[in-house]
C-alpha cells in the first residue's frame, strides 16, 4: 500500500503565505515525478506544478513567480511554497505522485486526499 498526506492548507489573507506538504509512504521502491493539483468548486482540476526525481519543475502559467515546487527524496516528501496568495488561488490542493512500489516492477500515480486553501479577507 501507498498513501500520499497533504498537510499545511488553512485560510489566509491575500498577500499571505503558505507551503503545502505531502508525504508518500508505504512499500515504496522509487517515485519519479511529484505534482500538485488545484480544483475550485466548479471548476475542473488542474495542474500548478510539477517537479521530476531530478528537480526540474513546471509552472502554470498563473502561480509563476508566486509559488516554488520543491521535494526531499530521502523524505519521499514535496512541498509547495505558496507567497502573495490571491483569492483566486482558493481551492482543494491534491498531491500526486507516480510511484514503483517495491513488489511490482511499475510505476503508478497514487493521490492524497486534498487539502482546503482558502485566501480571503
Known amino acids: 500500500q501507498v498513501q500520499l498526506v497533504e498537510s499545511g492548507g488553512g485560510l489566509v489573507q491575500p498577500g499571505g503565505s503558505l507551503r503545502l506538504s505531502c508525504a508518500a509512504s508505504?512499500?515504496?521502491?522509487?517515485?519519479?515525478?511529484m505534482g500538485w493539483y488545484r480544483q475550485a468548486p466548479g471548476k475542473q482540476r488542474e495542474l500548478v506544478a510539477d517537479?521530476?526525481?531530478?528537480?526540474?519543475?513546471n509552472y502554470v502559467d498563473s502561480v509563476k513567480g508566486r509559488f516554488t515546487i520543491s521535494r526531499d527524496n530521502a523524505k519521499n516528501t514535496v512541498y509547495l511554497q505558496m507567497n502573495s496568495l490571491k483569492p483566486e488561488d482558493t481551492a482543494v490542493y491534491y498531491c500526486?505522485?507516480?510511484?514503483?512500489?517495491?513488489?511490482?516492477?511499475?510505476?503508478?500515480?497514487?493521490w492524497g486526499r486534498g487539502t482546503q486553501v482558502t485566501v480571503s479577507s
Open positions: 508505504g512499500s515504496i521502491f522509487s517515485i519519479n515525478g
Open positions: 517537479i521530476t526525481s531530478g528537480g526540474v519543475t
Open positions: 500526486n505522485a507516480g510511484v514503483r512500489r517495491s513488489d511490482i516492477n511499475n510505476y503508478y500515480v497514487y
